[in-house]
């Protein structure tokens, strides 16, 4: 180890020894999560296996969770009594900190409502203003300009391309709980190489878009029916010999993420025995998923996605066509004037919150 800055010695030569492993080293997380998942199993928890992060006891009627990042928890139960007892069992295995409330975690906040429970990041968002100094900048009403050329547009490289690099590695991180801007965040880090000056104004003019929405975050809305609905879209950048291709591989991916979901649910509890709607809008992606049949649109597409109509005849899904405009997908993969984009989101269950108190 060097030396920590401040520390003063008469022989430069000289670091410090290492006596136990804390953070920095490469195996410090493995060997910290070992110990916690042995502590957690030896309670009587199981990991889960769509997501290893968390952990689950039901026994009974009792149900506890644990959702796990490197040392910060969140733990959830329908048992007050039972959570204030586990929490006495973590004191005795490791020196934690009782926060309450869920109030905040990884940037995340959390505000709760008659509606229900919304997650935003009010306070990362601003910082995000802060640092580009745009708190007093008239807000943007979209994202994204329709119909921009950022990929072909001519304009001088950016001097201090680092500061356009931790702009987007922050936009990335806050479309967490902002699917507005999925899709102007994906086509801002095709350019993290060598943004041009016209990247770095698109990136500006999200921070304005940001200034007008700052608490805007997902409602959970505490009347849901656990159903899970999705819609898909392609964007057309995928290799394909055909538009209807192209939509039926949007859906295969679609799935894919539909039954990682229908397992993390089950993790928690809860059973989707009904068939998960799909909404496409193309004619063509449906019929190729509802007809068995080998024909001229499917002879290039390749046995993987056809799964798609193994799904639908197993009554996981059920594919359902909506008119274009009803395409909530569209807000991933295209630039959307401001009618068509608040209609959508609003569709999208995002709504501003409440700070946290």
Same mark, same amino acid.
């Given at each position: 180890?060097?030396? #920590?800055?401040?520390?003063?010695?008469?022989?430069?030569?000289?670091?410090?020894?290492?006596?136990?492993?804390?953070?920095?080293?490469?195996?410090?997380?493995?060997?910290?999560?070992a110990?916690?998942?042995?502590?957690?199993k030896e309670?009587?928890?199981?990991?889960?296996?769509?997501?290893?992060?968390?952990?689950?006891?039901?026994?009974?009627?009792?149900i506890?969770?644990i959702?796990?990042?490197?040392?910060?928890?969140?733990?959830?139960?329908?048992?007050?009594?039972?959570?204030?007892?586990?929490?006495?069992?973590?004191?005795?295995?490791?020196?934690?900190?009782?926060?309450?409330?869920?109030?905040?975690?990884?940037?995340?906040?959390?505000?709760?409502? #008659?509606?229900?429970?919304?997650l935003?990041?009010?306070?990362?968002?601003?910082?995000?203003?802060?640092?580009?100094?745009?708190?007093g900048?008239?807000?943007? #009403?979209?994202?994204?300009?329709?119909?921009?050329?950022?990929?072909?547009?001519?304009?001088?490289?950016?001097?201090?391309?680092?500061?356009y690099?931790?702009?987007?590695?922050?936009?990335i991180?806050?479309?967490?709980t902002?699917?507005?801007?999925?899709?102007?965040?994906?086509?801002?880090?095709?350019?993290?190489?060598?943004?041009?000056?016209?990247?770095?104004?698109?990136?500006?003019?999200?921070?304005?878009?940001?200034?007008?929405?700052?608490?805007?975050?997902?409602?959970?809305?505490?009347?849901?029916?656990?159903?899970?609905?999705?819609?898909?879209?392609?964007?057309?950048?995928?290799?394909? @010999?055909?538009?209807?291709?192209?939509?039926?591989?949007?859906?295969?991916?679609?799935?894919?993420?539909?039954?990682?979901?229908?397992?993390l649910?089950?993790t928690?509890?809860?059973?989707?025995?009904?068939?998960?709607?799909?909404? @496409?809008?193309?004619?063509?992606a449906?019929?190729?998923?509802?007809?068995?049949?080998?024909?001229?649109?499917?002879?290039?597409?390749?046995?993987?996605?056809?799964?798609?109509?193994?799904?639908?005849?197993?009554?996981?899904?059920?594919?359902?066509?909506?008119?274009?405009?009803?395409?909530?997908?569209?807000?991933?993969?295209?630039?959307?004037?401001?009618?068509?984009?608040?209609?959508?989101?609003?569709?999208?269950?995002?709504?501003?919150?409440?700070?946290?108190?």
């Amino acid at each position: 180890m060097k030396l #920590p800055p401040g520390f003063q010695s008469s022989d430069p030569n000289k670091v410090c020894r290492l006596r136990k492993s804390l953070y920095g080293l490469k195996q410090a997380p493995r060997c910290w999560f070992a110990k916690l998942s042995t502590a957690l199993k030896e309670y009587g928890f199981k990991q889960g296996y769509p997501d290893y992060s968390l952990f689950s006891l039901i026994r009974g009627g009792t149900i506890l969770h644990i959702l796990v990042y490197v040392d910060d928890f969140v733990i959830s139960g329908n048992d007050l009594g039972v959570i204030e007892k586990f929490k006495e069992y973590l004191h005795e295995c490791f020196h934690m900190k009782d926060l309450g409330k869920l109030k905040y975690f990884l940037g995340i906040e959390v505000s709760r409502g #008659p509606d229900g429970i919304c997650l935003s990041q009010r306070k990362y968002t601003l910082d995000i203003i802060t640092e580009v100094c745009l708190l007093g900048a008239k807000p943007s #009403p979209t994202p994204v300009e329709v119909n921009h050329k950022l990929g072909s547009v001519d304009s001088p490289e950016l001097k201090r391309p680092e500061e356009y690099r931790r702009l987007v590695g922050r936009l990335i991180y806050l479309s967490i709980t902002g699917p507005d801007l999925t899709y102007i965040v994906h086509i801002l880090s095709q350019f993290m190489q060598t943004p041009l000056v016209a990247h770095w104004e698109a990136a500006l003019r999200v921070v304005r878009y940001l200034k007008g929405t700052p608490a805007q975050g997902v409602l959970l809305r505490r009347d849901s029916n656990l159903t899970i609905t999705a819609y898909c879209d392609s964007d057309y950048n995928a290799l394909s @010999c055909s538009s209807a291709e192209a939509e039926y591989r949007a859906m295969a991916y679609t799935l894919r993420e539909l039954k990682w979901l229908k397992k993390l649910l089950r993790t928690f509890g809860f059973d989707h025995p009904q068939p998960m709607p799909l909404f @496409c809008d193309s004619q063509a992606a449906l019929h190729i998923a509802a007809n068995p049949v080998f024909h001229e649109r499917t002879k290039h597409v390749e046995s993987d996605c056809h799964f798609v109509r193994d799904a639908v005849q197993e009554g996981l899904i059920a594919t359902h066509h909506l008119s274009t405009k009803e395409q909530v997908a569209d807000l991933f993969t295209k630039a959307l004037p401001k009618p068509i984009f608040d209609k959508l989101l609003s569709k999208l269950g995002v709504r501003s919150s409440r700070p946290p108190t």
